[in-house]
């Protein structure tokens, strides 16, 4: 899994070229399904051609702009480690790719900014967090969303909490040395600082002082990675590294009051994350669930501090006036906005000169500093294809 946070998010939001392309496909895990995922993409470059020469692109050019996604279409080891969903963004001079657990629609996209719509579920509203999974043989970090988790495998973390703390005392050391051996016979040389089932009391029978300077380590590393970040962080492990973890914490969005118990490295990738969006759900709900009786209110009351008008959405969030946004994922508008005179014209189908509205929407509003929630339809809080809340009443008429 790749890593894209929300200054990665502002710096694809703020990038205007002639042309930025936008990419989008789901992707598949299992190996005996992942030659489908070279079909889509190779399918979806087509796509991009197509749309490209119409702009009027020569062959060559779009040849060159498409170089990077011809030679990763022809990388098997990087289709191989795959997420739920794939994206790709690309300019005349330069390109991304990532790998991510949000499982997207296709698409593609030849337009004078980045399609960026379907990034926001993961990112911009309430559906991301962070694992961190402790246990006496391994510590790793996660990042989730209510499809499932994927291993942040570029987190330098130190390693597992039995043998830093053997390698913190020499007569442990030489424990963990000897069992590794065989010396005593053991079956598969293990020592009890990797073993199972006794572990746990031996763990409470250890100076919290020389637990809590390892987490000391992990939450500098956490720091470290995560320092862009504001998606909540939750632990998962046995209950007695709760406290002792709190303490040492200095990540602003931990959890503190929760733990995913029990050993997290006897769960399958599946079985953790039921467990952990179990703890998270409600989490997530809560906020949503304000914002959209936030806007309800508004909206009812008819105080002009809410709409469900994509004309006057566009414009507020153009002008910095939207705080809350309400989108759904997988509905697009066209129509061109004009920011000197603050005029959108819808277009009943796509035109050359057409841009996303919704999607310029979302982006000029967390550009701004609001909250995106990127939803499916029925989730809306109204039956329209936008609500925004605003910072303040604004009469949009005088705009």
Request: hydrophobic fraction near 40%; aromatic fraction near 10%.
């Amino acid at each position: 899994m790749d890593i894209l946070d929300r200054e990665v998010l502002k710096d694809l939001a703020s990038t205007t070229a002639a042309p930025c392309v936008s990419i989008f496909m789901p992707s598949q895990r299992v190996e005996a399904e992942q030659p489908q995922n070279i079909i889509r993409f190779k399918n979806l470059l087509r796509e991009v051609r197509k749309q490209a020469t119409e702009r009027g692109m020569k062959a060559a050019e779009v040849d060159d702009l498409l170089q990077p996604a011809t030679d990763l279409q022809d990388d098997a080891t990087y289709w191989r480690s795959m997420s739920d969903g794939f994206c790709a963004f690309l300019t005349p001079d330069s390109y991304e790719f990532y790998r991510l657990p949000v499982d997207f629609g296709e698409t593609a996209i030849v337009a004078d900014h980045f399609y960026l719509k379907p990034l926001f579920p993961l990112i911009a509203s309430n559906n991301r967090f962070f694992v961190l999974a402790l246990s006496q043989n391994t510590v790793r970090l996660f990042m989730g969303t209510h499809y499932g988790l994927d291993q942040v495998e570029e987190a330098k973390i130190p390693e597992g909490i039995a043998e830093a703390l053997a390698y913190d005392d020499p007569e442990q050391q030489l424990q963990v040395r000897s069992h590794r051996t065989g010396g005593d016979g053991g079956v598969g040389g293990e020592s009890i600082y990797h073993g199972q089932g006794s572990g746990e009391q031996e763990f409470k029978s250890k100076p919290q002082t020389r637990l809590k300077r390892y987490f000391r380590e992990i939450d500098a590393s956490i720091q470290d990675i995560l320092q862009n970040e504001t998606a909540p962080l939750v632990l998962a492990g046995v209950e007695y590294y709760l406290p002792i973890y709190r303490e040492v914490n200095s990540y602003p969005h931990f959890l503190s009051d929760q733990i995913v118990a029990g050993n997290p490295d006897q769960l399958t990738a599946h079985e953790l994350h039921q467990k952990v969006w179990s703890v998270m759900e409600p989490h997530f709900t809560e906020a949503q669930t304000e914002a959209i009786t936030q806007f309800q209110n508004h909206f009812e009351q008819g105080n002009g501090r809410a709409s469900a008008s994509v004309e006057d959405v566009v414009k507020s969030a153009a002008f910095g006036r939207v705080d809350t946004l309400f989108t759904p994922v997988d509905e697009v508008i066209w129509g061109a906005f004009d920011d000197e005179a603050g005029s959108v014209t819808l277009h009943g189908a796509r035109q050359q000169e057409s841009v996303e509205l919704l999607n310029l929407a979302a982006m000029h509003t967390f550009t701004n500093g609001g909250t995106v929630h990127a939803l499916k339809r029925e989730n809306m809080p109204v039956d329209e294809p936008v609500a925004a809340t605003y910072r303040y009443a604004a009469d949009l008429s005088a705009a």
